[in-house]
């Protein structure tokens, strides 16, 4: 479990991570989702007491990183950058972290062949292609079968054996119990294997909310076309049921499906003569949430000529 | 799939401890290639040079009347010519040690040092530790090496000495604890800069450039503090005789292990402040 209160990080005047408050549970894949800059890195980094908090605190299963007195037990990450010596093969990192723990050498066998880096187990890391360091920074992460597992953008570099790899490997940490947190800026590859989403912006919490409830509130409405709006509208209304007329001889309903609409005014013989369903899909949904808070927003790509 | 938990789970839950990390460090240190090859080369310039040295000897001859910087000025005998390649050996055994420090800066690594032992400075200590005692052992026999060697090369010459005579065993040892030391001076240079380049050239200018600086200050002050110099103090330390004006040997050793002492104290609270 991790929780964060308040958390707070800034580099002079720039607050790059700003009061932000969630939590980690338990049994749950929980994605961190922010566009780039948004302060994912710096939180997670927090979170292992390299960077320290300018406020606020982070806790993991109830205490601070560095009150363990074996942390690698506790949580295992990945982080986005590279954090190996090139020069070393995959087992001598393995083993030099496993050693401070008092981990055996068996468990850093069983780790590398979880990872699939049995055949280049004894390379060196700087020969590894991207993917086969994020299975190396995966099997370090497990060295210490810790009760949470944190992943940087864990399917960067990866390939689609790679990714479908990490999916299942997620749900299966989630299954036996363990609290995941998987960091991304893509919403579509976080939505299949996240339980629970903490979406950021410029540092700040902008939603903490489960997939599904996210989905469905990203499903948005139906757009209803009938002569008949000021008579269609009173039938549909109802509990959890929102009809706003949008123009002349539309109508825009929430609530229910273009089926429902349908039956109710076939029931009433009201003619209509459009029905689209308006939602976003979760990308959209997830764009409208960050839009405001991009770092780097990329300008119109219609040339504006200068004068 | 395979199983993501330890067959030993939660058995066998162990605490971070100094001599865990010490025996992490000491893998992470043999199992890079750079740590083998300036080890190997700290020997090959201490016996190399000092061989050298003997066997072209002649009295009075040219060329080697002014020893390494570290012992210029100083009358020339047995040891200061088969200590001739040391403070080559010095430079890199100093780049073994900024590179054991900042190497894991410059690659990433930290970031998974400091997670495995969030305590942080037991990693600075044992670093220390782990580049004395390699350097130690290498350069002390390093320097016996090449005064045996030299011996046979200098056999008869009126500057040839024994094992037997006066201070050579101990100047030899001070040259392997001066290196030790300059190896640790290195981790607390590379700590504290977290960059090769910038612990190397630091290094370079504190080990080399400043003696030639000191000669910039007015006489009085350059002959009250020229003694202190890093570099000087720990030319004491293995000089066979003591040159006027030059601290003793127990003296010079004292003096250059308070430098490094200095430097590791600011790369601790480096270390321990600051993010990473």
């Given amino acids: 479990m991790i929780e964060a209160r308040e958390l707070t990080k800034r580099y002079g005047d720039k607050t790059v991570v700003d009061r932000l408050s969630f939590t980690v549970k338990p049994g749950e894949v929980t994605g961190f989702l922010g566009p780039n800059g948004a302060g994912k890195s710096t939180t997670m980094r927090m979170v292992l007491g390299l960077d320290a908090p300018t406020a606020g605190e982070v806790h993991v299963n109830g205490r601070s990183y560095a009150g363990h007195a074996a942390p690698l037990h506790e949580i295992g990450a990945l982080l986005e950058a590279k954090s190996v010596h090139p020069g070393r093969s995959a087992v001598g990192h393995l083993t030099a972290l496993a050693q401070t723990h008092g981990i055996g050498r068996r468990r850093v066998d069983e780790v590398i062949d979880l990872a699939g880096l049995g055949s280049v187990a004894h390379k060196r890391v700087g020969a590894f292609s991207l993917g086969m360091g994020q299975r ?7 060295l210490g079968d810790p009760e949470v597992v944190m992943l940087d953008e864990p399917v960067n570099g990866l390939d689609p054996e790679g990714v479908l790899w990490i999916r299942n490997l997620l749900a299966q940490l989630a299954g036996e119990g363990r609290a995941v947190l998987l960091s991304s800026h893509l919403m579509s590859e976080t939505a299949q294997v996240a339980d629970h989403l903490i979406i950021i912006g410029r540092g700040r919490l902008l939603a903490d909310t489960s997939v599904a409830d996210l989905v469905e509130a990203s499903l948005g409405g139906v757009r209803v076309g009938t002569d008949e709006a000021a008579r269609l509208g009173p039938l549909l209304a109802g509990p959890g049921v929102s009809v706003t007329s949008s123009g002349d001889g539309e109508l ?37 949430l960050t839009r405001d808070e991009l770092e780097y927003q990329s300008a119109p790509a219609s040339g504006r000529t200068e004068r | 799939m395979t199983a993501i938990a330890a ?11 100094f001599p865990r990390v010490l025996l992490s460090e000491s893998t992470k ?15 090959v310039l201490l016996a190399g040079f000092g061989a050298i040295a003997a066997y072209t000897y002649s009295p009075g001859g040219a060329g080697v009347t002014d020893g390494p910087p570290g012992i210029a000025g100083r009358p020339l005998d047995a040891v200061s010519l088969s200590l001739m390649g040391l403070s080559f050996a010095s430079l890199v055994a100093g780049v073994l040690g900024v590179l054991m420090s900042a190497g894991e800066y410059s690659t990433g690594m930290i970031r998974s040092t400091l997670a495995a032992v969030p305590k942080r400075l037991p990693v600075l200590w044992a670093k220390a530790l782990i580049a004395f005692g390699a350097v130690f052992a290498v350069t002390a026999a390093g320097a016996f090496l090449a005064f045996l060697i030299g011996t046979v090369g200098l056999d008869g010459e009126a500057i040839a000495l ?19 030391l300059v190896a640790v001076f290195g981790v607390g240079l590379g700590t504290l800069l977290r960059s090769p380049a910038g612990g190397i050239a630091s290094l370079v200018g504190v080990l080399l450039l400043l003696p030639g600086l000191s000669q910039l200050l007015p006489d009085s002050w350059e002959d009250t503090l020229t003694p202190y110099l890093p570099s000087n103090a720990g030319g004491a330390a293995y000089a066979l005789t003591q040159a006027e004006g030059a601290l003793t040997p127990g003296e010079g050793l004292a003096v250059f292990a308070g430098w490094v002492a200095v430097t590791l104290i600011g790369a601790a609270f480096r270390l321990k402040r600051a993010d990473c």
């Fill in chain 2, 29 to 43: 240190f043999r199992t890079l290639r750079s740590s083998w090859i300036t080890l190997g080369l700290s020997l």
């Fill in chain 2, 7 to 17: 067959e030993t789970r939660r058995t066998a839950v162990k605490r971070v401890t």
């Fill in chain 1, 136 to 142: 190396l920074g995966i099997a370090a992460a497990l």
């Fill in chain 2, 162 to 180: 024994t094992l037997g005579d006066d201070g050579v065993v101990r100047s030899l040892f001070g040259a392997g604890l001066y290196l030790g």
């Fill in chain 1, 252 to 288: 825009q309903v929430a609530g229910l499906s273009a089926r429902e609409i349908a039956a109710v005014a076939l029931r009433h013989g009201v003619l209509v003569h459009e029905l689209t369903p308006t939602g976003v899909s979760l990308e959209e949904a997830f764009m409208e």
